[in-house]
């Protein structure tokens, strides 16, 4: 492993810690980056050395100093979860690919940031779907410009088969099952894994998010049923992350 790669991994620790952070301060709207960090539960300003990703979690065994409120597991999964993003993208992006790694690198940390947020708090920010749109088509502009139709025809598919999901739900059920953000969200990786890649997309989606609803729902032991509210976005991004990375054959 190259400088280079260890250096991707140690950044997706901090990256993971500021997208954990960021989900944390997204409802009330606080500055992120100029706002110091505080216990959620007595409000006291963070040192430093209570800041280090993972490594203060474990030492303070994921409980505040001075209150002894437990921090809650979010924030040492967030800091992994970046680091295993920027592990796995290093190991899988071709090496003959310009910039390869850097748009492997900005995919995976732009989903785990809506992902982080849509878990939180059931949203997918319209600004961080249009990063990632527009991240989408500088990649494709720059590694394989002649393909754009096909991105440009997976963006449309992939916002408009949930926009139609999301619509047929709403009229059979009169209630809302999917938000528009999953929509947007889809068309913005399918910018990445072009037409050929939303089947899979989807489908790795959908088996990902009932099996590992199921399984969170017995580790925690709560009950699910057809009215518990689930964020699809994390679901939606991990899939979109494997097939970007493991792409399906005949890909272009
Ligand atoms: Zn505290």
């Not at 303070?60 to 921090?71: E, F």
């Not at 790694?101 to 779907?129: C, E, Q, T």
């Not at 598919?157 to 947007?184: N, S």
Request: with cysteine; charged share 15%.
């Amino acid at each position: 492993m190259t400088g280079i790669e260890l250096f991707a991994i140690f950044s997706g620790f901090i990256i993971g810690s500021g997208i954990d952070a960021a989900s944390r301060r997204f409802e009330t709207g606080t500055p992120w980056l100029t706002h110091r960090s505080r216990c959620d539960h007595c409000q006291r300003p963070l040192r430093w050395f209570e800041l280090v990703p993972v490594v203060s979690w474990l030492a303070l065994r994921g409980r505040c100093r001075t209150c002894k409120a437990s921090i809650g597991w979010s924030a040492p999964l967030t800091e992994c979860a970046g680091a295993l993003a920027a592990l796995v993208a290093v190991a899988l992006t071709p090496r003959d690919v310009p910039y390869g790694i850097i748009f492997s690198l900005s995919f995976g940390w732009l989903l785990l940031a809506l992902a982080a947020i849509d878990r939180r708090h059931f949203i997918l920010p319209d600004v961080l779907n249009a990063a990632l749109l527009a991240a989408g088509a500088i990649m494709v502009a720059v590694t394989k410009p002649a393909d754009w139709p096909m991105h440009l025809a997976g963006a449309a598919t992939g916002f408009g088969l949930l926009w139609l999901v999301e619509i047929a739900y709403r009229r059979l059920r009169g209630i809302d099952g999917l938000g528009r953000g999953d929509a947007k969200l889809l068309g913005a990786i399918g910018a990445w894994v072009g037409l050929i890649g939303i089947p899979s997309v989807l489908l790795i989606a959908s088996v990902a998010a009932i099996a590992g609803t199921l399984i969170i729902s017995l580790v925690q032991k709560q009950s699910v049923s057809g009215k518990t509210p689930i964020a699809f976005g994390p679901w939606i991004a991990l899939a979109g992350f494997t097939v970007w990375l493991l792409p399906p054959p005949g890909w272009v």
